[in-house]
């Protein structure tokens, strides 16, 4: 009986660690980028939804942060989206946010795309720069608009 609480525990604890704004079932983050001392990840998820007869795929760009620097620092970030076969890039959005020292800001919404679903994938990118620092590379992550 011990061992079934602590497995409830465990899993109330996963639970309540999903930040409240990365709504979606799973967040996918792709390889880091820096600008300054702040590490930066661009993340993209995908759900499911129904317009009438019509399937979509809310797609959602977030950006995370981690400050490796003994100070707090501003952030500004911006997110792009594409369909990866022929695509061209559209600004999702942008935003700026505070990344205390040493910590990080999880998965923060840049912005987002309703897209009919296809057998296509999508991907989106996001760069950040940090007060006083260069833009930083490319950040990127994709997709499956459509899989299960």
């Given at each position: 009986?011990?061992?079934?609480?602590?497995?409830?525990?465990?899993?109330?604890?996963?639970?309540?660690?999903?930040?409240?704004?990365?709504?979606?079932?799973?967040?996918?983050?792709?390889?880091?980028?820096?600008?300054?001392?702040?590490?930066?990840?661009?993340?993209?998820?995908a759900?499911?939804g129904?317009?009438?007869?019509?399937?979509?795929?809310?797609?959602?760009?977030y950006?995370?942060?981690?400050?490796?620097?003994?100070?707090?620092?501003?952030?500004?970030?911006?997110?792009?989206?594409?369909?990866?076969?022929?695509?061209?890039?559209?600004?999702?959005?942008?935003?700026?946010?505070?990344?205390?020292?040493?910590?990080?800001?999880?998965p923060?919404?840049?912005?987002?795309?309703?897209?009919?679903?296809?057998?296509?994938?999508?991907?989106?990118?996001v760069?950040?720069?940090?007060?006083?620092?260069?833009?930083?590379?490319?950040?990127?992550?994709?997709?499956?608009?459509?899989?299960?």
């Amino acid at each position: 009986m011990g061992h079934i609480g602590t497995i409830l525990g465990a899993t109330a604890l996963t639970v309540l660690a999903v930040p409240t704004n990365a709504h979606a079932a799973a967040v996918a983050c792709g390889g880091g980028v820096s600008t300054g001392r702040v590490a930066v990840n661009g993340c993209i998820s995908a759900q499911r939804g129904k317009e009438g007869r019509i399937h979509t795929r809310e797609i959602t760009a977030y950006i995370k942060a981690r400050n490796t620097g003994p100070r707090a620092v501003n952030v500004s970030y911006e997110a792009f989206f594409r369909v990866v076969d022929g695509g061209h890039w559209v600004k999702l959005g942008s935003g700026r946010t505070h990344v205390p020292a040493g910590g990080t800001v999880e998965p923060t919404e840049v912005g987002s795309s309703t897209r009919v679903c296809g057998p296509v994938k999508v991907e989106i990118r996001v760069h950040a720069r940090a007060d006083g620092a260069a833009w930083s590379g490319w950040s990127t992550a994709g997709t499956a608009q459509c899989q299960t």
